[in-house]
C-alpha cells in the first residue's frame, strides 16, 4: 500500500510499513497509512558466494519445543525452516527465517542474504516469518491487528499457528535483550496470534529492542515473486536502518512537525529495493523502473506530494534527485550508513533548500524511449 504516512503514538518504534505494496494493490491514498512503529532486518545463505562470512544454516521439521500455550504438533504440518546465518561483522547475530508460505526458504534466504551484504555493518538480531494468506474478506482493521492490516482467508490450521507462534516464542527466549522482557513477548506473541488467526496481511518491521528486529509477512501464494521480493528486501532494509531505534532520533522526529524522517526512511527502504532486487533479477534499468513507478503514481490521482500515494517510491525518487544533483552520496543509501547516526533528524532538517527542492521537484520526471528521467527543470 503506497500512501500517506501517519505517524502513529510510537513513531519509529516499529515501522509498520505499508508503503512499499505493490502498485498493484493501491486502493486509495486516504486509506494508505504508514506507521512507523516497527522495524526489522535480516540475512541469508549465499553469503559464501558473496564474500560474507561463514554461516549455519538449520533446518528443523515439525518438532520444535512448545513453551506456552503449545497445541499439539501435526506432522502433517509443512516443514517451517529455520534458516541462521553469520552476520558480516558480527558474527553473534542472525537473520532467522520462520517460513510456511509457498515461497521458497531457500530463495528466501539467499535474497536476504545478498541484501545483508550490501551493508556496511548490520547490528541487528533478525527474525522474519512469513504466512499464507487467502482471498480478502475485510477492509483495514486497526482495532484487531494494532495495525492497520486487512482481514484474509486464514489458510494456516489452528495447530499450524500453534507451531508457529511457538517457534517465534523460542526465538524470542533466545534472543539476548528479548529474553529479559517476558511482558513485551507476550505482548508481541498476542498480536502475531491475531495476525495468524486472522489472516492478517502483514508488512511489518518492528524493532522491539534496539537491536533485536521482527518481519512479518503475510503473503498471498499467488502473489508475483517479484512482489514478495520487492516486500522482503524493503523491510529487511528497515531492519538495516540502524538508528530507527535510536531513541533520541526518534524523539526528535516525533517533535519535530515538520521533520523529513518518514519519507527518507521510507524513500532509503525503496531505493535500495529497486537496485537489490534489480541486480538479482537482472534489471537493465533499476533507476528508471524506479522513477517510472513514480511517475506512474501520479497519473491517477494528480497529486505530487512526495508523502501521497505510492510515499515509498516518490520518496526514494526524491533522494534520487538529491543523488543525481550531487547533495545526497548514494552509496550512503545502499550500504545503509545514511542511518547510521540520525542523519534523517539532522542532515535532513528543514528548511533545507536541497532537501526542499527534492521534496517539491521529484514529480518533475520524463519518459524519454524506454526510460524515465528528472527533467531540466528538475536540476535548475
Ligand atoms: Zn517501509
Not at 99 to 120: C, E, G, I, P, Q
Not at 326 to 353: K, V, W, Y
Amino acid at each position: 500500500m503506497h500512501g500517506a504516512a501517519v505517524l502513529s503514538e510510537r513513531a519509529f518504534e516499529t515501522c509498520q510499513d505499508l508503503s512499499n505494496r505493490p502498485l498493484s494493490k493501491v486502493v486509495n491514498s486516504s486509506e494508505a497509512s504508514v506507521v512507523m512503529r516497527n522495524m526489522s532486518a535480516w540475512h541469508t545463505p549465499q553469503m559464501d558466494r558473496i564474500g560474507t562470512s561463514k554461516l549455519q544454516i538449520l533446518v528443523l521439521v515439525a518438532t520444535v519445543a512448545s513453551c506456552s500455550g503449545g497445541g499439539p504438533i501435526d506432522d502433517s504440518l509443512a516443514p517451517v525452516v529455520v534458516a541462521t546465518t553469520a552476520a558480516p561483522v558480527d558474527e553473534s547475530l542472525s537473520i532467522d527465517v520462520l517460513n510456511v508460505s509457498d515461497f521458497d526458504t531457500d530463495d528466501t534466504r539467499y535474497w536476504a542474504d545478498f541484501a545483508s551484504s550490501k551493508m556496511a555493518n548490520r547490528r541487528s538480531n533478525v527474525l522474519v516469518f512469513i504466512y499464507p494468506i487467502g482471498e480478502n474478506i475485510g477492509p483495514e482493521d486497526w482495532e484487531r491487528f494494532d495495525k492497520p492490516f486487512t482481514s484474509n482467508e486464514v489458510l494456516m490450521t489452528p495447530s499450524e499457528i500453534e507451531e508457529l507462534l511457538n517457534r517465534i516464542q523460542t526465538w524470542m527466549e533466545n534472543d539476548s535483550c528479548l529474553s529479559r522482557d517476558p511482558r513485551l513477548r507476550q505482548e508481541e506473541l498476542v498480536m502475531y496470534r491475531s495476525w495468524l488467526e486472522g489472516g492478517a496481511d502483514a508488512s511489518s518491521q518492528l524493532d522491539l529492542c534496539r537491536e533485536t528486529r521482527v518481519v512479518a509477512m503475510g503473503v498471498r501464494n499467488d502473489q508475483p515473486i517479484a512482489d514478495y521480493q520487492h516486500l522482503l528486501v524493503h523491510e529487511l532494509y528497515h531492519a538495516f536502518q540502524q538508528d530507527l531505534a535510536n531513541e533520541p532520533c526518534r524523539d526528535s522526529a516525533e517533535r519535530n512537525p515538520n521533520s523529513n524522517s518518514v519519507w527518507v526512511v521510507e524513500g532509503a527502504a525503496d531505493y535500495f529495493t529497486y537496485i537489490t532486487v534489480g541486480e538479482l533479477t537482472g534489471v537493465s534499468d533499476p533507476v528508471g523502473t524506479m522513477l517510472g513507478h513514480a511517475k506512474q503514481s501520479i497519473e491517477g490521482p494528480g497529486d505530487t506530494d512526495v508523502m501521497g500515494n505510492a510515499m515509498a517510491t516518490r520518496s526514494a525518487a526524491a533522494l534520487r534527485l538529491m543523488v543525481e544533483r550531487g547533495s545526497l552520496s548514494e552509496s550512503s543509501i545502499l550500504d545503509g550508513t545514511l542511518f547510521h547516526d540520525c542523519a534523517r533528524g539532522t542532515d535532513f532538517n528543514s528548511p533545507d533548500s536541497e532537501v526542499d527542492h527534492a521534496k517539491d521537484s521529484w514529480h518533475l520526471l520524463e519518459r524519454t524511449g524506454s526510460t524515465v528521467t528528472f527533467t531540466q527543470a528538475a536540476f535548475r
